[in-house]
């Protein structure tokens, strides 16, 4: 009995609308999942970079760079990506 590893695009896509939800239904600003920071207590490089996706799917630009530089262009990225993955399978 074999089984078959979850498709990339499905964890994609999962982890972008449960971005989506945070952003429709809040963020804690006290919730972090970061390893490093949760067995250390220090930022790690990538820290901040979920807040920074959730505060620009909202449209605040402001508190996304705030909470990390690289939190639009991940977006924009991410979303280009799964867009293009959508209609690829879909031709």
Known sequence: ??????????????AWAACVAQAVFG???SLTLCPV???????CPGCGMGHAVVYAMRGD??????HHPLGLPLLAVW??????ETVRASA
């Not at 979303?79 to 293009?84: A, E, I, K, Q, R």
């Open 37 to 43: 920071r949760l067995l250390i207590g220090h930022r």
């Open 61 to 66: 630009f402001a508190a996304s760079f705030q």
């Open 1 to 14: 009995m074999s089984r078959r590893p979850i498709p990339f695009f499905a964890v994609a896509a999962a």
């Open 79 to 84: 979303t280009f990506w799964l867009l293009s």
């Open 27 to 29: 963020i804690p600003e």
